[in-house]
């Protein structure tokens, strides 16, 4: 079926480091894709999303962008903040089950 | 707008009992989602209502049930617990586009712990 892919956790930088977490999906058609974080005993946020090819989703300094030919949507951002230290999850919403798949989830530790 | 909110946040249950969670949309949102996450699992769907019907559901036995009244709120109900059900039970609600869910937007969760 369906899925996505995020690459293996935790990954931990120092502050100011540039950020890349890795995201490749399956999927037939075209569908929207997603990134939530999740902190430390929260529910998960939504940080941004695309819903179509070539289409960059942006928020906070963090971007990704929809890339059809290689089915990923990576994330990245320039300079990490301890702020950052969260769970990172990317999603797909399938159009056909009408429901969400999620990654795994990245953890990130940011050290100052 | 208010954001998602449930109730409770936290639950300590013993094996054999049956509990009820529930989620309040935001406002104006009329699809409702419900995911169980566990470190070994990850997120996994349970089901989505719209306008009070099921429409979807993922792979969980009979003992997981839910509703949704003509306010949008909802809630799920586990019965017969199990160890194995303790877990950060979350809501979503969607937008949607002619029925279609856009974005979910998810609340804070319920932790339920299973003795």
């Known amino acids: 079926g369906d899925s996505v892919t995020q690459m293996e956790g935790p990954v931990t930088l120092s502050e100011e480091a540039f950020l890349t977490i890795n995201c490749t999906y399956t999927a037939t058609g075209y569908p929207s894709l997603f990134w939530y974080v999740q902190y430390p005993g929260e529910g998960l946020q939504l940080l941004l999303k695309?819903?179509?090819?070539?289409d960059k989703g942006s928020n906070k300094g963090f971007e990704a962008t929809y890339r059809k030919e290689t089915t990923s949507f990576h994330l990245e951002k320039g300079s990490v903040q301890v702020s950052d230290s969260a769970v990172y999850f990317c999603?797909?919403?399938?159009?056909?089950?009408?429901?969400?798949?999620f990654g795994p989830g990245t953890r990130l530790s940011v050290l100052p | 707008k208010a954001g998602v909110t449930q109730t409770p946040r936290y639950l300590i249950k013993t094996r054999g009992q049956q509990v009820t969670l529930s989620c309040s949309p935001i406002s104006g949102h009329r699809s409702v989602s419900w995911y169980q996450q566990t470190p070994g699992q990850g997120l996994q769907f349970l089901f989505e209502y719209f306008s009070e019907t099921q429409r979807n559901k993922g792979n969980f036995p009979g003992r997981f049930s839910g509703r949704q009244f003509s306010n949008s709120r909802s809630e799920m109900n586990v019965s017969t617990l199990e160890l194995g059900d303790s877990a950060l039970y979350l809501c979503a609600s969607s937008t949607t586009s002619g029925g279609a869910v856009e974005t979910q937007y998810f609340g804070p969760g319920t932790r339920l712990l299973v003795l």
């Open positions: 999603a797909r919403f399938d159009n056909y089950g009408q429901n969400f798949v």
């Open positions: 695309a819903t179509k090819a070539d």
